[in-house]
């Protein structure tokens, strides 16, 4: 069974530029959520996607957004790079729309200069 | 809004011996689910453990053990055995029942640093 994988590892952009981030989800998972986790904190919920629409946003800009693919997994998409968007990046995969416990990829780390 | 607290920033533990890292939590809700995630540096968050709101038997997997007190609104997670490679970040993380899409969502407390002295 093929764990949760995200690319790339570490990416580095300037303010006002924008970065795609990928997520292949687990084997047998429909459901795709991605968090932020800012340095020492914990993360927090951008968005979910199930069967390629956006299925629960959290309190994020309409500059985060993200597509589902019919091989379910997925793209965060950040338009308009701000400092404050420097943070780790994680996507989780689950079966249920979420309902299911979710299971992280490794994240990517996003520095914004 | 749920909301998850860890008050304890870091802990530090011989090895072999036992700790226990607190978390309590705010909610409305009478049935929801609360996990036990683990994220050492290699930062991949790591499923430790879970627990049902409904069962009343706290659940434990292999040396992690929770402590589940509805009442009070508190989840420990307690390490027995302590070996090197428990060393990590702890998160406790709350998700509403039956949840689907942003109901389906982690809330996650800020984290506590467990370091395992040798």
């Known amino acids: 069974e093929t764990g949760v994988t995200q690319s790339p590892t570490h990416l580095i952009k300037t303010r006002g530029q924008q970065v795609t981030l990928r997520c292949s989800s687990q084997?047998?998972?429909?459901?795709v959520s991605w968090y932020q986790q800012a340095l020492g904190q914990g993360p927090q919920f951008i968005f979910q996607?199930?069967?390629?629409?956006?299925?629960g946003r959290g309190n994020f800009p309409p500059r985060f957004s993200g597509l589902q693919f019919p091989n379910y997994s997925s793209e965060l998409n950040v338009n308009a790079l701000e400092l404050d968007d420097s943070a780790l990046y994680l996507c989780?995969?689950?079966?249920?729309?979420?309902?299911?416990?979710?299971?992280f990829g490794p994240g990517t780390r996003l520095t914004v200069l | 809004a749920q909301t998850v607290t860890q008050s304890q920033p870091e802990m530090s533990v011989q090895e072999a011996e036992t700790v226990t890292l607190s978390c309590t939590y705010d909610?409305?809700?009478?049935?929801?689910?609360l996990f036990w995630y683990k994220q050492p540096p290699s930062r991949q968050m790591i499923l430790v453990i879970r627990?049902?709101?409904?069962?009343?038997q706290n659940a434990t997997e292999n040396r992690f053990s929770v402590n589940f007190q509805k009442a009070a609104k508190s989840f420990s997670l307690k390490i027995s055995d302590s070996q090197l490679g428990d060393a990590a970040m702890y998160f406790c993380?709350?998700?509403?029942?039956?949840?689907?899409?942003?109901?389906?969502?982690?809330?996650f407390g800020k984290g506590i640093t467990l370091s395992v002295r040798p």
């Open positions: 993380a709350y998700r509403s029942p039956g949840g689907a899409g942003a109901n389906s969502k982690l809330t």
């Open positions: 084997s047998g998972h429909n459901t």
């Open positions: 989780a995969s689950s079966s249920d729309r979420g309902a299911d416990t979710q299971y």
């Open positions: 996607y199930y069967r390629e629409e956006e299925n």
């Open positions: 909610t409305s809700e009478s049935d929801y689910y």
């Open positions: 627990q049902e709101a409904y069962k009343q």
